[in-house]
């Protein structure tokens, strides 16, 4: 953990505060400190994995760009997010019985300009340049991003440089700078709604029941602010409001939804974990000496290609906590095969690059399952 101090003058003046008691560092002072701390780090541990949490956004998609390229280093609230969301993606795309080259037609409205929110967007942006072959054309046509001043739109002052390639032009879809997340959801017609806003309850009734009208025959409403109290809606409003067809998926826990007639809404709880360990074990692996785009996305389109039709069916995008090691295991392989693909992979220990471009997709995945911690420890006292 870093400590750079703290402006909050209330734990200043508490004797038992126990972090550093002077104001916050900022600018070259805050990067210098970071900088010290990751060349400190890879030149003790070379082979390290440096995994980023809960930095302010200012700084989490500035220290991202910096080190990204020069050392093995994610940002799970920028990346493991996204990668968690863009799998429910795909899955709410499958849920549609269409099949993921849709995904390029599906309008997606993001409540939450944060790191979380736009990396999402900028994810989702990428698949979709991958799939189409033209990014400005999906940033400007397919995604909407609202902040708690509403649709952010290229009329918007002192825009953030990250929000700035999904604002939209004034007009479009008789929209305005500003426009409220009800009068977009009820123009637009989105076919996934999805929140990290951090705002509990902004899934309100009124634009919950405007899903009904979506364009798709599946609305997708992904509620994924943490803690619950932050949940952008609960299951049970979801699918009482919005209609017993819809996908849900949560960052919060929520039981499915009883719907009557022996139907159930599942709840699909998008966790990071499903994605953080195989993205650091599949680096690692590897031997990549950095984490790329081809990498995190092939961790993405594992996870979701991880569950069968008939789940998808069912609105289940996620595997059940029981089959981590397994899910973890697979998209670790991904990532190596990803690294090999992106001509990056090194190799690790007594297994070459040679080696692991020889690796049927079977074999990669025995690999990165051989390589895996067990917290299996020794008795310390012997009968």
């Not at 609202?146 to 700035?164: H, M, Q, Y």
């Amino acid at each position: 953990m870093l400590d750079v101090g703290t402006n909050n003058q209330n734990l200043l003046d508490n004797p038992l505060y126990l972090g550093l008691r002077q104001p916050r560092l900022e600018g070259e002072e805050y990067l210098s400190i970071v900088d010290e701390f990751m060349e400190s780090v890879f030149t003790r541990w070379p082979k390290a994995i440096v995994q980023f949490e809960d930095f302010q956004m200012k700084w989490a998609f500035q220290t991202l760009q910096r080190y990204r390229k020069k050392y093995r280093m994610f940002n799970d609230d920028i990346q493991g997010t996204a990668g968690v969301a863009l799998a429910g993606l795909f899955g709410s795309v499958r849920a549609q019985g269409r099949p993921l080259t849709d995904f390029v037609k599906q309008k997606i409205v993001v409540v939450g300009a944060g790191s979380a929110g736009l990396g999402v967007l900028k994810m989702a942006k990428e698949a979709v340049a991958r799939m189409e072959g033209n990014a400005e054309q999906a940033a400007s046509h397919q995604f909407f991003l609202l902040d708690k001043n509403g649709l952010v739109t290229k009329d918007r002052k002192e825009i953030d440089p990250a929000a700035a390639p999904f604002a939209k032009n004034p007009g479009e879809y008789g929209l305005t700078e500003g426009s409220s997340l009800l009068e977009v959801v009820k123009k637009v017609k989105p076919h996934v709604l999805l929140g990290l806003s951090g705002v509990g309850g902004v899934f309100d009734e009124e634009v919950l029941k405007a899903m009904r009208e979506s364009d798709s025959p599946r609305p997708a409403i992904f509620a994924m602010s943490n803690p619950t109290m932050n949940a952008e809606c609960t299951a049970a409003d979801a699918f009482k409001h919005a209609g017993e067809n819809i996908v849900f998926a949560s960052g919060s826990p929520f039981e499915n939804v009883d719907l009557g007639n022996g139907k159930v809404g599942h709840v699909n709880q998008a966790n990071n974990m499903y994605l953080f360990p195989g993205i650091g074990l599949g680096t690692l692996l590897s031997g990549a000496h950095f984490i790329s785009e081809g990498m995190l996305q092939a961790a993405a389109e594992c996870l979701a290609s991880y569950m069968t039709d008939e789940e998808i069916e069912k609105g289940i995008f996620y595997p059940s906590i029981d089959h981590i090691r397994d899910i973890t295991a697979e998209v670790g392989a991904a990532v190596v095969q990803a690294a090999v693909a992106d001509e990056l992979a090194e190799g690790h220990d007594d297994i070459g690059p040679k080696e692991l471009r020889l690796m049927s997709k079977e074999e990669v995945v025995e690999y990165v399952t051989r390589n895996m911690w067990y917290p299996i420890y020794s008795p310390l006292v012997h009968d």
